[in-house]
């Protein structure tokens, strides 16, 4: 009944959105759960993505709708593997240890710059493109943003397949581990996450089923400060703000709207509304490091099933996919480690 219930709401939005941000090792949360969306039905037809996020999004993006989670069950898999692995020094391990450094001398410093990475930016790069058909990605059948931060200006920029053809250096762009080494894409260097929410006001209106997955977020009163919910904060209040002009609108009669200067204010209504669905896997920052680090099967496991689980609750729920009231446009409800919060 749940199921039939969440399919009925499903089909009043005319976008399924996807953010998923970074977090290294914690964005095993974000593949389960994105995994158990396209086992559910819900596919997303646009998507944006920065750090770990971004390779995620890059391999949703590009895999046809019923390959999506054996890829991403495949690539996870995998980098666990790799990045559990003993490593002993090998005969070209100072070799290649002088390039590291080299490479890191010759570019900007990024933010996660410090340490060695799980896997080597080539061993990356090879999972990546075994798992994402690029051609795909590129084709328009899905809206992806990937986000990174231009290490020269320190501004956050947008890679969209409506204006770039993305490849393996927009997906890497973000950093999607601690410890590999900027990423350079039209002589500019880039590394670092971006504000994945950001990117939403690139979509064009419309009412939009967004699933906002973090595998980290602080939590409120914890010390931390959500980067997330200030974005959805800063755009709640515009679309709020359509949304009333749009209802006001409605109240005038027909001669005032004609009016020029009303004409003008009511161009910048909306009827749209967006219900955000935020799931945060991990909101404590003690150990956060340790935690980003830990490939372990059994750590990439649970967090795949803590997504998943987080996804049954969100679809489940009897109230979260409902028509919000009309005077909102934004309506947000959170789930945050495992635990659902009340509607804001």
Known sequence: MARARANKNLARFERSALVLSGGAALGAYQAGACAALEESGVHPNWIAGTAIGAVNAAIIAGNPPHERAARLRWF??????????????????????????????????????????????????????????????????????????????????????????????????????????????????????????????????????????????????????????????????????RRRVALLGECLPPAVRGELDIRRCLAEASNATMTILHLVHEGNAAGLAEKMADFSAAALRCRWQAGESDVAMSLAHPLWLAPPPRIAGIVLHEVRGGVAASPR
């Open 76 to 241: 996870w898999n995998e980098l666990g593997r790799l990045a559990s692995r003993p490593r002993p020094p090998g005969p070209g391990a100072a070799l290649r240890a002088a390039w590291r450094r080299w490479r890191r001398a010759a570019a900007p410093p990024a933010p996660s710059g410090a340490g060695e990475p799980a896997v080597s930016i080539a061993e990356l790069r090879a999972l990546i493109a075994a798992a994402v058909d690029f051609e795909r990605v590129n084709s328009g059948a899905l809206r992806v943003v990937l986000g990174a931060v231009n290490l020269a200006t320190g501004a956050e920029t947008l890679f969209d397949n409506d204006r770039h053809v993305l490849g393996l250096d927009h997906v890497l762009a973000g950093t999607p581990l601690p410890g590999l080494p900027p990423v350079e894409i039209g002589r500019q260097f880039y590394g670092g996450a971006a504000d994945a929410v950001a990117a939403l006001e690139e979509a064009p209106p419309g009412d939009t089923l967004c699933f906002v997955i973090d595998g980290y977020d602080p939590a409120p009163g914890g010390g931390g400060i959500s980067r997330t919910a200030r974005a959805i904060a800063a755009m709640r209040r515009i679309y709020d703000l």
